[in-house]
């Protein structure tokens, strides 16, 4: 439960900071770039589905499906560094 909710966290401060970086200095800048990186399976499934199942752009469709794919990669590694961390304690 602590790693879903840790999840959560790292990905609605991930979403709210793509949101600012969209309608201020844009994607294609150092910022958004980064974000880019750090949303990357979320980023690329959701505009993949977008452009493969839909015929027009949705953003709030976009940020939700980028939501819920970087969730679940966030859960899988934060669950992967305690194990990781399990490990070698």
Not at 29 to 44: E, I, K, N, R
Not at 51 to 69: E, I, K, P, T
């Amino acid at each position: 439960m602590r790693i879903a909710l840790w999840a959560v966290v790292l990905d609605v401060a991930w979403t709210v900071a793509l949101t600012a970086v969209a309608h201020s200095p844009g994607l294609h800048s150092t910022p958004g770039m980064w974000l880019g990186v750090f949303g990357l399976p979320g980023v690329a499934i959701a505009n993949w589905v977008q452009s493969f199942f839909f015929a027009r752009f949705n953003l709030y469709f976009d940020y939700s499906l980028m939501f819920l794919v970087n969730w679940i990669f966030y859960c899988s590694v934060i669950r992967g560094l305690v194990s990781v961390k399990r490990k070698f304690w």
